[in-house]
């Protein structure tokens, strides 16, 4: 994971997520693996040499109508709810509740007093991604003096504290 404050994940919001893949494929190069989504939608996982780069988010469902087109940041931060306090304190606005993905870990979205709209993200999720050709998106875990292994997403689970 990226250190806290520190720029973890860019995400294009898109209505029409092949017009998106298409451009991005076309004009960088990128490549798209899916991941499914939860509520049965598809969010796609754009590769560069052989490295996830960025996602695409569908916004295409009545639930983010409201949502316009454009590119979300997320931050690392180290707890996603004590940091979304501090934020609300401060003038922040949630724009959804906080919320868990499976697999992924824990995400605020929020507007800051100014406007701009920023994610803050908690994951234990490693920051060297490694595709898994048969199973989608996996992560390579490396980790100092031991040995690096590859992991399918769907594994990688903390299960004493029930976090991501």
Same mark, same amino acid.
């Given at each position: 994971?990226?250190?806290?404050?520190?720029?973890?994940?860019?995400? &294009?919001?898109?209505?029409?997520?092949?017009?998106?893949?298409?451009?991005?494929?076309?004009?960088?190069?990128?490549?798209?693996?899916?991941?499914?989504?939860g509520d049965g939608a598809t969010y796609w996982v754009a590769m560069q040499g052989g490295q996830p780069v960025a996602g695409i988010f569908p916004t295409n469902r009545p639930e983010f109508a409201s949502v316009p087109d454009g590119w979300m940041s997320y931050l690392a931060v180290d707890n996603? %709810?004590?940091?979304?306090?501090?934020?609300?304190?401060?003038?922040?606005?949630?724009?959804?509740?906080?919320?868990?993905?499976?697999?992924?870990? &824990?995400?605020?979205?929020?507007?800051?007093?100014?406007?701009?709209?920023?994610?803050?993200?908690?994951?234990?999720?490693?920051?060297?991604?490694?595709?898994?050709?048969?199973?989608?998106?996996?992560? &390579?875990?490396? &980790?100092?003096?031991?040995?690096?292994? %590859?992991?399918?997403?769907?594994?990688?689970?903390?299960?004493?504290?029930?976090?991501?």
């Amino acid at each position: 994971m990226a250190a806290h404050g520190h720029f973890h994940w860019n995400e &294009r919001c898109a209505r029409d997520v092949e017009q998106a893949k298409t451009f991005y494929s076309e004009t960088i190069g990128w490549t798209f693996q899916p991941m499914a989504m939860g509520d049965g939608a598809t969010y796609w996982v754009a590769m560069q040499g052989g490295q996830p780069v960025a996602g695409i988010f569908p916004t295409n469902r009545p639930e983010f109508a409201s949502v316009p087109d454009g590119w979300m940041s997320y931050l690392a931060v180290d707890n996603v %709810d004590a940091r979304a306090k501090k934020a609300e304190a401060a003038g922040a606005k949630l724009m959804r509740p906080i919320f868990d993905v499976p697999n992924v870990g &824990r995400i605020a979205i929020l507007t800051e007093p100014g406007g701009a709209a920023v994610g803050w993200m908690y994951t234990r999720l490693p920051t060297s991604f490694l595709p898994q050709e048969d199973q989608g998106v996996g992560f &390579r875990i490396e &980790r100092s003096g031991e040995e690096t292994s %590859d992991v399918d997403v769907g594994r990688i689970r903390n299960s004493e504290a029930g976090e991501y």
